[in-house]
């Protein structure tokens, strides 16, 4: 299963999935700089929990790119982030 990392954020770029202009971009581990919108809806499959999907939205994404390039991993732990969290499967 491929999977894909978030581990930075940018301001005021262009995603490289769709090409808009953007004020939040996430850059995740192959490379790319995207939008929190493609990454949550087109770029990686849903989560799941108890058997139901779920995904954490745009907000989200914001908010976890933030806190990888902002944050030791120690704070991000202490304030219940951990690794596999910032971990997503790619869409197919």
């Known amino acids: 299963m491929n999977t894909v990392s978030i581990v930075g954020y940018e301001e005021d770029g262009h995603c490289e999935h769709c090409g808009r202009a953007l004020r939040h971009c996430i850059r ?4 790319r700089v995207v939008g929190a919108t493609c990454f949550d809806k087109k770029i990686t499959k849903p989560q799941s929990y108890n058997g ?3 995904r954490i939205g745009s907000e989200g994404i914001i908010r976890y790119a933030k806190m ?7 704070k991000r732990a202490r304030n219940g982030v951990y690794p596999h969290m910032l971990t997503f499967n ?3």
Do not use: T, V, Y
């Open 90 to 92: 790619l869409a197919e």
């Open 52 to 54: 139901k999907s779920f």
């Open 28 to 31: 995740i581990s192959d490379g």
């Open 68 to 74: 990888a390039q902002f944050w030791s991993e120690e």
